[in-house]
């Protein structure tokens, strides 16, 4: 009786040590794929269509860029709303099984958005005014430009041109102005950081 005792006790032990070793086997190998994301010079390259997604390696080497591992994927039409994911967890999970069996171990991510888009426009602006004055004046709800849009609720971005004019004895610089609805960018940021992937550029 007491052999059995034994026997049973040097099992159970058998048994917790493998479920142990299998355990730190599982660890080891997900610290070893994050430490190889964090080495990678390559980024994920992620553009959203209307209906689709398309996912490559893009890897930066001697000044040349090197893509592999196409991925296009084909989407239910309310799974993308205004070329933004319509849930960001559900598009986050998609985005990461493609990740996992392409072996895509990397942290950077890179997003391409639809020209569809964005809004796009020439506005005048006082040439006196530095890039960060001229930033704040499109900003400002009070400030003489009239667009049909509602610049606070969108992300967007100016660039000074080479297009000089005068306009009531004002020298005017054109600047191109370049905006997307600030809820399309959350949603695809809440997508890629919900996976905890860093998001270096969306354009």
Do not use: C, W
């Given at each position: ?112 958005v ?18 960060n ?32 004019t ?38």
């Amino acid at each position: 009786m007491q052999a059995k005792t034994l026997l049973l006790i040097d099992m159970t032990s058998t048994t917790k040590n493998t479920k142990s070793n299998l355990s730190n086997s599982i660890r080891l190998s997900d610290k070893i794929k994050l430490y190889r994301k964090k080495i990678s010079n390559s980024f994920i390259l992620i553009e959203i269509g209307s209906n689709y997604i398309t996912l490559a390696l893009l890897k930066v080497s001697k000044n040349k860029l090197n893509f592999r591992n196409f991925n296009q994927i084909f989407l239910p039409s309310e799974a993308i709303d205004k070329y933004a994911p319509s849930d960001p967890s559900k598009m986050g999970k998609l985005i990461e099984s493609i990740l996992e069996e392409n072996n895509m171990h990397t942290l950077r991510v890179a997003v391409v958005v639809s020209s569809e888009l964005a809004y796009t426009r020439l506005l005048d602006i006082p040439k006196e005014f530095n890039s960060n004055e001229a930033y704040e004046y499109v900003s400002n709800p009070s400030s003489k430009l009239s667009l049909p849009i509602s610049i606070s609720q969108t992300d967007f971005d100016i660039t000074p041109t080479t297009l000089v004019t005068r306009k009531n004895n004002v020298e005017i610089t054109k600047y191109l102005l370049t905006s997307v609805p600030q809820k399309s960018i959350d949603s695809i940021v809440s997508t890629i950081r919900g996976i905890g992937l860093d998001l270096y550029k969306i354009d």
